[in-house]
């Protein structure tokens, strides 16, 4: 009756730190899906809709790779090659350095409209000097509460995503795995499923 208890437990126990690591599985494939999120963001050219400050500044850093570092570190490898053809290589790196910039404006003004204002103030970027002042000071205003006219809040959309109540994922997980085995029908799991996600994280009971 002893062995029979502990073995008991012990499956209790290993089933309870399979479902544990399962829901922070599923929470982690947030984080993933969060920072994917933002590298797209970032990297994708749009002068539509809002991003926050920390995509903000994971654009401008890119921009300085690919306008800075990049080009350096492509002259240092090919160097003979573009002594021998010096015009088709500042031609080349103009274009290049057009397509850099469209990604640096982007960043601008949609981050201008993060904080509720039009995206015309970009072109306060031109001013030598100033420029780079503005740059940094928008990259540190915080964004305009709630939706505006551009979207809504960025920082409420990725917290939906990358902040997830682990109760929550866990007891989603519990109600897929009871869907998967047939335990419940599409239906429970679609009426359990919007309690959990309407008033807490309640693990659903077998039926």
């Known amino acids: 009756m002893f062995a029979l208890g502990a073995l008991g437990k012990l499956t209790f126990r290993s089933g309870q730190q399979a479902h544990l690591s399962a829901a922070r599985f599923s ?31 994971l654009a401008i850093f890119a921009y300085f790779i690919f306008s800075s570092v990049l080009p350096l ?6 160097e003979d090659v573009i002594v021998l053809y010096p ?24 981050r201008l409209h993060d904080i509720g204002r ?8 031109f001013i030598p000097l100033i420029g780079f002042l503005f740059a940094f000071i928008l990259g540190c205003l915080a964004s305009a509460e709630g939706a505006n ?5 960025p920082d409420n959309i990725e917290a939906s995503f990358a ?19 047939g335990l419940i029908s599409r239906e429970e799991f679609d009426r359990e499923k919007a309690k959990i996600l309407g008033s807490g994280a309640q693990p659903p009971a077998a039926v």
């Open 27 to 57: 929470q982690s494939k947030n984080h993933w899906w969060w920072l994917m999120s933002a590298i797209s963001d970032a990297l994708v050219p749009s002068f539509s809709g809002r991003i926050p400050r920390r995509t903000y500044w």
């Open 73 to 78: 570190t492509v002259y240092g490898l090919i």
């Open 87 to 110: 015009d088709a290589a500042y031609g080349v790196l103009c274009v290049y350095l057009v397509l850099c910039s469209v990604l640096y404006f982007s960043a601008l003004v949609r």
């Open 118 to 125: 039009s995206g015309l103030w970009a072109l306060v970027s």
């Open 149 to 153: 006219r551009y979207g809504p809040n």
């Open 163 to 181: 902040q997830t109540p682990l109760s929550t994922v866990s007891a989603l997980s519990e109600l897929e795995r009871m869907l998967e085995k």
